[in-house]
């Protein structure tokens, strides 16, 4: 078995609460329990907007610098992903279209080391 990150990708002006509607809710809710269920589901999380990051970056003396802020200034963020333990592939990229589907957004299927 092979571990996948499943990332969801949101636009960085996302805001949940005016976005999801109760059927997307349910739709994400069925998801995870039949993750649960199927018994891949490593972890699951959801990130608060990009604005609530703190970069940390290394300096030539060798001091790390916290900084307010993601570390990639781009227009979408990560806003949640899930680890899931599959047994390729194939079935970590159709976790991926369920999670694409349920979550009405671009998503990234990435294997870990």
Request: overall charge negative; some cysteine; charged content about 25%.
């Amino acid at each position: 078995m092979t571990r996948y990150l499943i990332a969801l990708h949101r636009p960085d002006d996302y805001d949940p609460a005016a976005a999801e509607d109760e059927a997307m809710r349910r739709g994400i809710s069925a998801l995870n329990e039949a993750m649960v269920a199927a018994g891949v589901r490593v972890f699951v999380g959801g990130l608060q907007a990009p604005g609530r990051a703190l970069s940390l970056r290394l300096r030539p003396d060798g001091q790390v610098q916290v900084m307010p802020g993601p570390y990639l200034s781009t227009e979408e963020h990560v806003g949640g992903f899930w680890v899931l333990e599959v047994a390729d592939l194939d079935a970590a990229l159709d976790w991926g279209r369920k999670a694409a589907v349920a979550c009405r957004a671009p998503v990234e299927v990435r294997p870990f080391h």
